[in-house]
């Protein structure tokens, strides 16, 4: 079965300053990774996600996102963080069954002005 | 990328009573799927729901509690039934097409409050 941790619950970060909010997965196959925001009062909104290809997978609002297969994580970025960026943000991950997603409990980013 | 529509976006439920949460997708999508999100948690899957076919459902989740409709593959609804203040959470509908490497997207979710 198919897991996802991230490790911290808060993230705060300045404005301006670049930012990361980890995640590790456990697939027993190829893993499909995704990423996550939720802005207060609202649904999820996709950012990005690795399927195959580049480690490196760019998405929206100027995130993106490092596979490493190695180290099993998938680690959200963003070179300068701004305050409007602040959410609750998952990673979320599933198998090459086509199953439901899996989701990571959380990691509320707060970016300081 | 799909548009999902959920109804009601919010609502204030008296204890005992039944809700049922509707979900309206703007394309044919194969695979549809209820989360829950408790207040300050993540999302857990309720159940899955396939057209032409009974809903799977998570352990923790049984069909009583929370039935589910699919009539075709644009359309879906989830009851929530006999609640309680426990019931109180976000529910969201999600949708699927195709292979898993394709992106999951997600309705605004249905506010919900049991008191």
């Known amino acids: 079965a198919q897991s996802v941790a991230q490790p911290e619950d808060q993230v705060n970060v300045a404005e301006g300053n670049p930012l990361t909010v980890k995640c590790t997965y456990s697939?027993?196959?190829?893993?499909?990774l995704f990423w996550y925001v939720q802005y207060p009062n609202r649904g999820l909104q996709f950012l990005l996600k690795y399927i195959t290809g580049d480690n490196l997978v760019k998405g929206s609002y100027g995130f993106e996102a490092e596979f490493n297969k190695s180290q099993t994580s998938f680690h959200l970025k963003k070179p300068s963080a701004l305050v409007s960026d602040s959410a609750l943000y998952f990673c979320a991950v599933r198998d090459e069954g086509n199953t439901p997603l899996v989701f990571g409990k959380g990691t509320r980013l707060s970016v300081i002005a | 990328s799909a548009v999902i529509s959920q109804k009601p976006s919010r609502d204030i439920c008296q204890r005992g009573t039944s809700l049922t949460i509707q979900c309206q997708v703007d394309s044919q999508v194969t695979m549809m799927f209820w989360y829950r999100q408790q207040p300050g948690q993540s999302l857990t899957l309720i159940a899955t729901?396939?057209?032409?076919?009974?809903?799977?459902?998570e352990s923790g989740f049984v069909i009583d509690k929370f039935p589910i409709s699919r009539p075709n593959l644009t359309f879906s609804t989830l009851t929530v039934s006999n609640m309680s203040p426990e019931d109180s959470s976000i529910y969201l509908c999600s949708v699927g097409q195709g292979s898993a490497g394709n992106t999951i997207y997600f309705g605004e979710g249905s506010w919900l409050t049991v008191v």
């Open positions: 697939v027993s196959g190829n893993p499909y």
């Open positions: 729901a396939n057209q032409g076919s009974e809903a799977t459902y």
